[in-house]
């Protein structure tokens, strides 16, 4: 989508700090981190919302959550622990209407969140 702030980032036209990137998946630190690790692991394809996942997406999730967890191992935040999170629409605050998995450690994180 022309107008989509991760597609942009994606399509490397908006810069972004990039952690890792292949052929559907790109993981970037988030601009305002909440935590030591905030990365934001995305597909390169626009979904806009878990609600609009299809079973053709299945395979895309999992790569995004694989995604995640080796980059909190390559981080050392694997073991002591680490977080992870789709925002879905307003209650959850999500913004950006691209799927997203915020991966957050480095620090103690509470739970429940606010
Ligand atoms: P959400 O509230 O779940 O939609 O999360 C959107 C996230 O995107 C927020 O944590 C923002 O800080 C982050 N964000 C917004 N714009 C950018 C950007 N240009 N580069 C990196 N992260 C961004
Ligand atoms: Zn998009």
Redesign the pocket.
């Known amino acids: 989508m022309t107008n989509c702030?991760?597609c942009r980032?994606a399509k490397r036209e908006?810069?972004?700090?990039i952690v890792y990137e292949d052929e559907r998946v790109l993981a970037?630190?988030?601009?305002?981190?909440?935590a030591p690790t905030?990365v934001?692991v995305i597909p390169k394809r626009h979904v806009a919302t878990l609600s609009d996942l299809t079973i053709e997406d299945d395979a895309m999730i999992g790569e995004l959550a694989r995604r995640a967890a080796a980059i909190a191992q390559e981080r050392g935040i694997a073991a002591s622990g680490f977080r992870t999170?789709?925002?879905t629409n307003r209650d959850?605050?999500?913004?950006?209407?691209h799927v997203?998995l915020?991966l957050l450690g480095g620090r103690h994180l509470d739970w429940p969140p606010g």
């Open positions: 702030l991760f980032i908006i810069p972004a700090s970037f630190n988030d601009i305002n981190p909440q905030h934001l999170v789709f925002n959850a605050g999500q913004t950006v209407f997203h915020h």
